[in-house]
């Protein structure tokens, strides 16, 4: 079984802090995803990265895939409010997408 | 942009009957369908994954007989989830991929078996 751990679980912080959210496996994948999910929601996109240590940039936010593509990092700059949600990354394995555990942020003003 | 919708959002039902949740690609053909399960405040399980005109292929763990999964057509999959009991209410969300192009996800089903 492969299996996708996030850490932290939980993280509750304040507006403009920088917090960063990890992504680990034993398994080698082909792709990650990381997506944000709110409440009542399906999970949106917000990144695929492919080459072992890529590195991307989407505003606040900094995606870095393992160079051995078994994991990943997620990085926050100067949090918001509207970033508070469950970001959830997911390894592509041949067809199937297998999500991480999952980590829930709070920001608070 | 690709979109899937799920269909329906919410649903109540008494323990013992039958529920059917659509899942549809509006914009484009998907080749391949997934069906995942959301229990509060954890991740996405996948379920089974479903290809146009043949059986699904089950996770291990999840009863087929229990979760029915038809995928007539490129634009359509349905689950069925039968003799529904209150441990089966959950968050369902399927998501739909097109050969060569990305994971669109429909915006969830949530089930409460009473």
């Known amino acids: 079984t492969q299996l996708l751990e996030q850490s932290p679980q939980f993280l509750s912080i304040q507006e403009g802090e920088n917090l960063t959210v990890y992504c680990n496996s034993s398994?080698?994948?082909?792709?990650l995803q990381w997506y944000r999910q709110e409440p009542g929601e399906g999970p949106v996109l917000l990144v695929t990265?492919?080459?072992?240590?890529e590195v991307k940039k989407l505003k606040r936010l900094t995606f870095q895939f393992g160079d051995a593509r078994k994991d990943s990092s997620l990085h926050i700059t100067a949090a918001q409010t509207g970033d508070t949600g469950l970001y959830l990354c997911?390894?592509?394995?041949?067809?199937?997408?297998?999500f991480g555990t999952g980590t829930r942020l709070q920001v608070f003003p | 942009g690709a979109v899937v919708s799920q269909h329906p959002s919410w649903v109540i039902c008494k323990s013992g009957t039958s529920v059917k949740i659509e899942c549809r690609s509006l914009d484009f053909q998907a080749t391949t369908m997934f069906w995942y399960r959301q229990f509060p405040k954890q991740s996405l399980m996948l379920m089974a994954t479903s290809n146009e005109g043949s059986k699904a292929t089950y996770e291990q763990g999840v009863e087929k007989d229990k979760f029915l999964i038809n995928h007539a057509s490129l634009t359509l999959s349905t689950l069925t989830v039968t003799s529904a009991h209150p441990e089966d209410s959950s968050f369902y969300i399927c998501s739909a991929r097109k050969l060569n192009y990305g994971y669109t996800f429909g915006s969830g089903t949530r089930l409460t078996v009473v």
């Open positions: 990265v492919v080459t072992g240590g």
């Open positions: 997911a390894g592509r394995n041949t067809d199937k997408l297998i």
């Open positions: 398994s080698v994948f082909s792709s």
